[in-house]
């Protein structure tokens, strides 16, 4: 636990890393403090972006999007190795996360599974985004990985904290997946040895993958739409609607639990990706999850389906 870094010292951390760094605009003043705290910090969450292009990446990391404004990290490691600094103080990249795996990020232990969203991350956690499409398969230039493990070192040393501290946003929110397709045990033991530590010898725990109920997630999508305000009837819904954020379908604002007329629309679209269709000629696709259509966001984003 600690007061985050001047916008100076955590500059100057990085670049007595060895990283190159890319001074974006008014970077040291671009930040969500109005909305909400920023501190105290206690560790370093990597993300990857769902983009491809570097200029059109951090563009986007800086300015955000319809529906979630920017910066969305403080930091974007491109695939060519460079951190391009685009915001600092509360930024919005790691949303509600796990209480339980805070307190174990704080206590520099073990972490558990996260199987929770109740505490605010942005307040918690500086945020690096990575620019990959997250589909498994986009690579991971070494370039771009010495970066990410620089990066870590350099605000771990600069705290005094150890890899412990260090955590992807898969570990953080349930349904989350990235960074993926990074070797995050090498990450680790490459943090770990520019620390002069020794690694941790508990194991690392493999999160657990959320199941999302068929019969509940189309009984929310049936139900929620008319109702007052934004009640949540089914958890699982959470769960669907990061994996349709991360299609780019669900604007991040709209991750809240409740299946409503946005969320609807959002799997309209991702049907129609599928090639599905509404029954008449030029009707859209229903919006109502089917069985086909779950199973494969699931294979995509990291949860099971039943009945």
Known sequence: MATPLSAESFLSALEKEGLVVVQVGDWRNHNRNSK??????????????????????????????????????HGVITKDGRVHLVGYGRAN??????????????????????????????????????????DG???????????IVRVITALCRKHGW??????????WQPGKVDPRGLDWGDVEARVTKRLG????????????????????????????PSMKGTPVTYAGVRTYEAALVDEGLLAKKRLDGHFGWDTVEATSEWQERLGYRGRKPGQPADGIPGKTSLVKLGQRHGFDVRN
């Open 93 to 134: 990249h790691a949303g509600l996360g796990d209480p339980d795996v805070l307190a174990a990020v704080i206590a520099e232990r073990a972490r558990p599974a996260d199987n929770e969203a109740t505490v605010d991350g942005n307040r918690h956690f500086y945020g690096f985004e990575c620019e990959n499409l997250g």
């Open 162 to 171: 150890s890899v412990r501290s260090a955590l992807r946003h898969l570990d």
């Open 36 to 73: 909400g705290p920023w501190g105290p910090v206690n560790g370093v969450m990597i993300h990857h972006t769902v983009t491809k292009g570097s200029a059109k990446t951090v563009d986007i990391c800086r300015k955000g999007y319809s529906g979630l404004p920017g910066p969305l990290c």
């Open 137 to 147: 398969e986009d690579p991971w230039p070494a370039a771009q990985v010495e970066a």
């Open 197 to 224: 530590a020794k690694p941790p010898t508990a194991p690392r725990p493999t999160p657990a993958r959320p199941v999302i109920d068929l019969s509940e997630l189309v009984k929310a999508a049936r139900t929620n």
